[in-house]
């Protein structure tokens, strides 16, 4: 076939929806002399086949692009980290690719968070096209499958009884007959699947109780709930456990390292040590060790170990438990670096300059025993003069090359520029009884920024040795935000007269002076929220994108090879480019990198949606009693239907709807990023604090119900009076005390 050829041109427009001309075509596919007679034939045969419609004498579009509100089926991840989706016809997905770009609206109920689409998901979205992509923007994402299982909280009724779903998207009335309770009692968490359906179809669905999984008031119950909404495995096969049990390691020569003083450094409440360090002072730099658990040498290609990591991805850690990748046998015994326990590693040893620029590195295995295992506090301590028993004895010989080390690291980590966001994290701490204690800041140590870079270094290396080895390896790659992204930054930094400029190669120095030049001023908090969202999401790929955060041209996960199936991909890679045993990466699993480097995306989103899911209901928990009581806040979302505080104290989200906000009629601007009150120009902007007063939380799906009580901001000087239709035709419309008090939707937290 002659170039260029249909299938070519349908991708091109699929890819360039914006490109609609004959002559753009042929210059966006470099057609030339013949091949643009080739190229007019090949755009009337697709015309005539219902493939292009005219829209010009000279110009054509895709016959089936898809309409501005839609069916859409999400398919895939690309390599930004973005969901991409298809419109759905009758004949199946169709037309260009559609990024999903967050939700288009908030239904104005109980302040819940609306489900994040998945792969497979389908949803009704709103189209349009931006900086020659198009968008899908969620109106509502659609029901469960009729044949899923809800999870949910059973009450008695009559003889059998009812359940009110956790899943805020279900809204049918869920019945159980008296024949499908199973032991299931007033207050149970239940796994409930439902029966054939019968009725009309917007009917009560009938559901069997499978599974009694807990109580509601038992306090620990959220991270239940979290475990069985999102499918996340807790249960290992019998095979797994008994390789577990039986710990046999791969035979294989390691090197002695049982007389070198390798430390770890972890939070306090570890179960797993993966990592230990050691730095040692040269003439004219540093050694460093990096020492990490040899999981590659109990988890062998093709075992039932090895099936069940791989199924599961990652660990998943919620606020009061863990759900391990691999068995405790094995994650918290026989690969964990405990103190004084002998144990199998996989090392690589780093020289670096007194500027911190790596000279040299190599891998070896060998055989270890941890000199100690310090906490976070515990190092910092020690090393800011305070030294407790533990520590004392390793300050001078481990704890100071250590931090000398460091320090060289540091400064080549400055002069490389990586992204500097902070984001301060939130730790909810339990008392023995299981009820929440406390939410507190997280402390963040120059430890833990140590063992931080440290551990990036040990993951370049990796990546360094295994290209150089011309070894397949899975890459942890963050790519420079979309031109779509960029575009939505710099329109927003118009609203506060900072300009962007565009066209330039987006680099991590540009947002970081961006960062210092509004830090201390009323933008910090918008700009930061709005740099963080211009962000593309970290994933795994078998192909290299380099790590724009980290400012890195190659990076690969090796240093948690116990909570990460990715990094045992690396360690086997390694294992096999080294010659370092016969447990190393495999044909088979070579061929499968792509696949796996999808699975693995998959199975982290799936983790990161249940330990958000899990932590949302901790927090709606821990304020249940405090309904009534006013907080300091923070705007972090504005939407058409309302407003997303986070509150200071506990980063816990909630909603307030814009029919509760005033009787003004509100516009939606969403270049600015906020909301603008038609006629007195007052507005509420992302990033501004405020003053709330909780109205309503609902643990079971985690939601927050708030009230404005700040005042919103005076219009900004030179601001046009924000135009719009009929306030009845739109959103905003001003609900007053009816409106609220016959709300009956449940809301999302944002």
């Known amino acids: 076939m002659t170039f260029p050829d249909k299938q070519t041109v349908l991708d091109f427009l699929d890819r360039h929806p914006h490109i609609t001309s004959r002559r753009e075509i042929a210059k966006g596919l470099s057609v030339k002399g013949k091949e643009r007679t080739q190229l007019r034939e090949v755009l009337k045969d697709l015309e005539r086949e219902g493939n292009l419609e005219r829209t010009g004498k000279r110009a054509y579009a895709r016959a089936d692009a898809p309409p501005s509100t839609t069916v859409v089926v999400f398919l895939r991840i690309d390599e930004h980290g973005d969901l991409i989706g298809k419109a759905l016809g009758r004949d199946g997905p169709f037309g260009p690719d559609l990024i999903y770009a967050g939700a288009a609206h908030r239904s104005r109920g109980k302040g819940q968070r609306q489900k994040e689409p998945g792969i497979g998901d389908r949803g009704?979205?709103?189209?349009?096209?931006?900086?020659?992509?198009?968008?899908?923007?969620?109106?509502k994402l659609f029901d469960k499958r009729e044949d899923e299982p809800v999870i949910g909280l059973f009450t008695r009724h009559g003889k059998g009884g009812r359940i009110e779903s956790a899943d805020r998207r279900q809204k049918r009335e869920l019945r159980v007959e008296a024949s499908d309770v199973h032991g299931a009692g007033d207050g149970d968490l239940v796994r409930a699947e439902p029966k054939p359906m019968r009725g009309h179809p917007s009917g009560p669905r009938h559901y069997v109780v499978r599974e009694v999984i807990g109580k509601a008031g038992d306090p620990r119950a959220a991270s239940l709930i979290a475990i069985h909404a999102h499918s996340i495995p807790t249960e290992f096969p019998d095979a797994a456990l008994e390789e577990a049990r039986a710990a046999n390691a791969a035979p294989s020569e390691r090197e002695d390292l049982t007389q070198t003083p390798l430390?770890?450094?972890?939070?306090?409440?570890?179960?797993?040590?993966?990592?230990?360090?050691?730095?040692?002072?040269?003439?004219?730099?540093?050694?460093?060790?990096?020492?990490?658990a040899d999981v590659a040498a109990y988890v062998t290609e093709g075992s039932a170990l090895d099936r069940e990591a791989w199924k599961r991805g990652n660990s998943t850690y919620f606020p009061d438990r863990v759900v391990p990748m691999l068995p405790l046998e094995l994650s918290a015994g026989e690969c964990s670096l405990k103190e004084g326990e002998p144990r199998r590693c996989l090392a690589v040893e780093m020289e670096f300059d007194r500027s911190g620029r790596k000279r040299a590195h190599r891998f070896f295995?060998?055989?270890?025993?941890?000199?100690?295992?310090?906490?976070?506090?515990?190092?910092?301590?020690?090393?800011?003069?305070?030294?407790?028993?533990?520590?004392?004895?390793?300050?001078?010989?481990?704890?100071?090359?250590?931090?000398?080390?460091?320090?060289?690291?540091?400064?080549?980590?400055?002069?490389?520029?990586p992204l500097e966001l902070d984001l301060p994290e939130r730790r909810i701490e339990f008392a023995d009884d299981g009820t929440i204690e406390a939410i507190a800041t997280k402390a963040r140590f120059d430890a833990h920024k140590l063992i931080e870079e440290f551990m990036i270094q040990a993951n370049v290396a990796a990546a360094e040795s295994l290209e150089n080895a011309k070894s397949p390896l899975l890459y942890r790659v963050h790519d420079q935000p979309s031109d779509a992204k960029l575009a939505a930054l710099a329109e927003f930094l118009k609203t506060v007269n900072i300009k962007w400029p565009l066209g330039e190669r987006p680099q991590a120095a540009r947002f970081n002076r961006l960062l210092s030049?509004?830090?201390?001023?009323?933008?910090?908090?918008?700009?930061?929220?709005?740099?963080?969202?211009?962000?593309?999401?970290?994933?795994?790929?078998?192909?290299?994108?380099?790590?724009?955060?980290l400012n890195l041209s190659r990076y690969a996960h090796f240093t948690s090879p116990i909570r990460r199936y990715a990094d045992l991909i690396v360690h086997r890679a390694l294992i096999a480019a080294h010659d370092l045993g016969p447990d190393g990466l495999g044909p088979e699993s070579s061929a499968r990198l792509e696949e796996t480097a999808s699975h693995l995306v998959e199975t982290e989103r799936r983790s990161m949606a249940a330990e958000r899911d899990a932590t949302d209901r901790y927090l709606a928990l821990f304020l249940e009693d405090r309904v009534g009581a006013q907080f300091d806040g923070r705007i972090t979302?504005?939407?058409?239907?309302?407003?997303?505080?986070?509150?200071?104290?506990?980063?816990?989200?909630?909603?307030?709807?814009?029919?509760?906000?005033?009787?003004?009629?509100?516009?939606?601007?969403?270049a600015a990023m906020q909301l603008?009150?038609?006629?007195?120009?007052?507005?509420?902007?992302?990033?501004?604090?405020?003053?709330?007063?909780?109205?309503e939380v609902t643990p079971l799906q985690g939601g927050l119900l708030l009230e404005l009580i700040s005042a919103p901001k005076p219009r900004r000087?030179?601001?046009?009076?924000?135009?719009?239709?009929?306030?009845?035709?739109?959103?905003?419309?001003?609900?007053?005390?009816?409106?609220?008090?016959?709300?009956?939707?449940?809301?999302?937290?944002?």
């Open 365 to 417: 295995r060998a055989m270890m025993r941890s000199a100690a295992g310090l906490s976070y506090e515990e190092a910092q301590t020690a090393i800011d003069g305070q030294p407790g028993e533990r520590a004392a004895p390793l300050l001078d010989p481990v704890l100071k090359p250590l931090w000398g080390a460091y320090g060289a690291l540091k400064s080549a980590r400055e002069r490389r520029g």
């Open 717 to 750: 000087k030179g601001q046009a009076t924000p135009a719009g239709r009929d306030p009845r035709s739109r959103p905003g419309r001003p609900g007053g005390a009816k409106t609220r008090k016959n709300r009956k939707g449940r809301g999302e937290n944002g």
């Open 263 to 292: 430390i770890t450094i972890d939070p306090s409440d570890a179960r797993d040590h993966d990592d230990a360090v050691y730095a040692e002072a040269l003439d004219n730099g540093w050694k460093v060790i990096v020492a990490i």
């Open 637 to 670: 979302g504005v939407t058409r239907a309302g407003l997303f505080i986070r509150l200071a104290d506990t980063a816990a989200d909630g909603f307030v709807p814009i029919s509760t906000i005033s009787d003004d009629y509100w516009v939606f601007d969403e």
């Open 517 to 549: 030049d509004v830090e201390d001023s009323d933008h910090e908090d918008m700009v930061s929220e709005m740099v963080l969202r211009s962000q593309s999401q970290a994933i795994y790929a078998h192909e290299n994108l380099g790590h724009f955060g």
């Open 124 to 139: 009704l979205c709103r189209l349009s096209e931006s900086g020659g992509g198009w968008k899908a923007r969620l109106i």
């Open 676 to 695: 603008v009150a038609r006629g007195s120009g007052r507005r509420y902007v992302l990033g501004q604090t405020v003053k709330v007063k909780l109205l």
